[in-house]
């Protein structure tokens, strides 16, 4: 079957549940509610349970029931189930680095067990490329399927990983592929090695230097594993596009204990996705729900996060899934999500340049720690108010699916800069005994990343999101006029002077304190903003320290409790001043453009977006269309039209002026408005009124 280009899916299988004698009557009633796709979770240990003995019945009697639906299929493979015999027969164990072995375990989505093998151990390889090929080559004549998830959420975790002889072998050879001698690598970052084989996986992660390494070779061992993946499908159906999905992509990840770096795994796909998690508190595990995105939770600021996450990975790849939107709480004594929480999370990831929705999923699950997770109709498969929202949707995005399929997003005026170096560094310094496996961690790098992130949102300037290895090609392909850089604790000769020829050229290029505060090797530099960036931004920075102050900008006070640092200005202007008159914000003039300092973190503030509504009026950022109270508008284009999403995040009438027009939209809800040649030819709302 083919692909559309904005494919509507649901999760449905993953072995037990649902149940065999529930699978005629569920699947015809997701064909009912308008969906084009099921998923099938293909499980390692479920369907290969004795070495080379494999069974697939069940996964037969769905593709049958599906067909007969007209409904297309996607397979996504399981292999970190892995069957009892890859552990009994060829130790398939993962090690930890002080030596124990790590057993396999069952585990919410590996509830069958088996979670995880070794995947750098050979042998696993070998057993697990037999697996793939069987299953590709018993479906890839099924005109149904329509494309292959590699990996569910490719990750490495814990930061300890497994330091088996053959991860320790692998972890060398890529250091040696990286640094060519030992010698350099000695002289880089400070070691005495006498050869590669004396460099082992870190036990500890006070010497910054051996983590940084461990973790940047984890990240590319995940994509080393997805691509081995993607090539054994592609061996035998060089067709059909593979995708895989992240579980928590860069910006809301813990980098240490959830390393998954999505610019390298996005190269080894023709498809990249994310689940959408919905907390928007420092990595969310389900254990409160004061910081969720939902209208049960009056604090509306939080679904900043649904739109966070699609606009990272719309500029990782242009060919993105939101691939698990959570169809109801992850726990059964967590209010439900309300129909307009689903209406708000789909049309944000449409919004954002999605080309595909995959819900998670549609039976509410059963077993374990996943009990009564997720599910968009109940076990007993009854609708739900939520099932019924989507159902309308879908019909709703059927009927603008020529619209949507040619859309694209805007570039925008502003543009967030993500580094993985930085983000690293944050975690380790903020790293202790007690939190060093806990996957909670408020280090200042996420904080500052999101928060920023969240305070531009709020002001109705939804910024676009850049990762540093990016930038130069981005900027090649489109100037954006403001480019702001969070807690940017590294800064590479060649990265600054992208920076520089970009303020030379016009630009104005914010960046907050500690500019290249540690080098690439992770050591501290003598001075921050290295590499002639002092002078692009006028000011020599003192040493930041951890201190409560308030800030006086434009005759407005702020209180600030943060990693700070004052200014002393050479050439640049002050904008704002800390009580003990220390320069806290500049801004210089350099070519044709100017750089602005801030000497404190915006988004770890309450009130960011006060702040920043405040330091943009000084710097002219302002948002393309003014709107009263939360409303947040995307825009974008399809084809020769223009096509606005306006989101009112309150919950009363709101009114927005619109390209000369007066525009009414309900409470919490959605509209779309698609305009060409400056005149409306269509404008409609997205879903009924509110229940």
């Not at 708000?344 to 374990?368: D, L, N, P, T, V």
């Not at 408020?442 to 990016?470: S, V, W």
């Not at 700070?564 to 009580?579: G, K, M, Q, T």
């Amino acid at each position: 079957m083919k692909r559309k280009n904005f494919l509507i899916a649901v999760q449905y299988y993953r072995a037990p549940t649902p149940l065999p004698d529930e699978w005629d009557e569920d699947i015809e009633n997701i064909r009912k509610l308008g969906f084009e796709a099921i998923q099938l979770r293909i499980q390692w240990r479920w369907n290969e349970r004795k070495e080379g003995i494999y069974s697939f019945s069940d996964i037969d009697r769905l593709f049958d029931i599906a067909e007969r639906n007209g409904l297309g299929v996607i397979i996504k493979f399981m292999l970190e189930t892995a069957p009892e015999y890859i552990f009994r027969r060829y130790s398939g164990y993962r090690v930890s680095p002080t030596g124990e072995i790590i057993y396999p375990a069952a585990n919410g989505a590996y509830y069958v067990g088996g979670w995880l093998p070794c995947f750098d151990n050979p042998c696993v390889r070998e057993k697990g490329s037999l697996f793939i090929r069987e299953v590709v080559n018993r479906y890839r004549d099924r005109k149904s399927l329509i494309l292959y998830n590699a990996w569910n959420e490719p990750r490495s975790r814990p930061g300890d990983e497994c330091a088996c002889e053959h991860s320790k072998r692998a972890y060398q050879d890529w250091l040696k592929a990286r640094f060519g001698t030992i010698e350099e690598l000695n002289t880089i970052y400070g070691k005495a090695w006498g050869d590669f084989e004396d460099v082992v996986p870190p036990s500890d992660t006070k010497d910054y230097a051996e983590m940084y390494l461990w973790r940047q070779w984890a990240a590319y061992s995940v994509k080393e594993r997805v691509r081995w993946v993607v090539n054994e499908i592609k061996r035998i159906d060089p067709e059909r596009d593979v995708m895989c999905h992240v579980g928590m992509c860069l910006p809301v990840q813990d980098v240490l204990n959830d390393t998954s770096d999505d610019v390298l795994n996005a190269e080894t796909v023709d498809i990249y996705g994310t689940s959408l998690p919905f907390g928007s508190g420092e990595f969310f595990h389900g254990d409160k729900d004061s910081d969720i995105a939902t209208f049960n939770n009056r604090d509306r600021r939080h679904f900043y996060v649904v739109n966070l996450i699609p606009d990272w990975l719309r500029g990782v790849k242009k060919e993105f899934f939101s691939y698990e939107i959570y169809a109801n709480a992850l726990h059964y004594w967590f209010p439900d999500l309300t129909p307009e929480d689903i209406r708000f999370y789909i049309y944000s990831q449409i919004a954002a340049g999605a080309k595909g929705i995959c819900f998670w999923q549609y039976k509410a699950e059963r077993f374990g720690n996943e009990s009564i997770c997720s599910g968009l109709v109940n076990i007993d498969g009854s609708h739900t108010a939520r099932s019924r929202e989507v159902g309308k949707i879908i019909k709703k995005i059927k009927a603008e699916r020529d619209i949507l399929e040619n859309y694209e997003v805007e570039k925008g005026q502003l543009a967030i800069v993500y580094d993985f170096r930085a983000d690293i560094l944050s975690r380790l310094e903020h790293t202790t005994e007690d939190n060093r496996k806990n996957g909670m961690v408020q280090y200042i790098y996420k904080r500052a990343f999101k928060g920023i992130y969240r305070g531009f949102f709020m002001l109705n300037m939804p910024p676009d999101l850049i990762d540093i290895r990016n930038l130069k090609k981005t900027l090649d392909n489109h100037f954006y006029p403001f480019i702001y850089l969070p807690s940017p604790l590294v800064v590479s000769r060649e990265e600054a002077e992208v920076l520089k020829g970009y303020v030379d050229a016009g630009g104005t290029l914010i960046s907050e304190n500690c500019l290249g505060f540690r080098e690439e090797n992770t050591w501290v530099r003598a001075r921050s903003f290295p590499y002639g960036l002092s002078d692009v931004f006028g000011i020599e920075e003192g040493v930041p320290k951890r201190l409560k102050k308030k800030i006086y900008i434009d005759s407005l006070t702020f209180d600030v409790d943060d990693v700070i640092s004052s200014f002393r200005p050479v050439s640049a202007d002050v904008l704002a001043r800390w009580e003990d008159g220390g320069a806290s914000v500049t801004v210089n003039r350099y070519g044709k453009g100017k750089a602005v300092a801030v000497g404190f973190h915006p988004g770890l503030m309450e009130n960011t977006d006060e702040f920043l509504k405040v330091l943009c009026k000084d710097i002219s950022l302002l948002p393309d269309v003014e709107t009263r109270g939360m409303v947040i508008i995307k825009k974008g284009r399809s084809g020769d039209k223009k096509v606005y999403f306006l989101f009112n995040y309150e919950d009363r009438k709101q009114k927005v002026s619109l390209n000369g027009m007066e525009i009414e939209i309900d409470g919490q809800d959605v509209k779309q408005v698609v305009l060409k040649e400056e005149k409306t030819v269509h404008m409609d709302k997205l879903i009924a009124e509110r229940r």
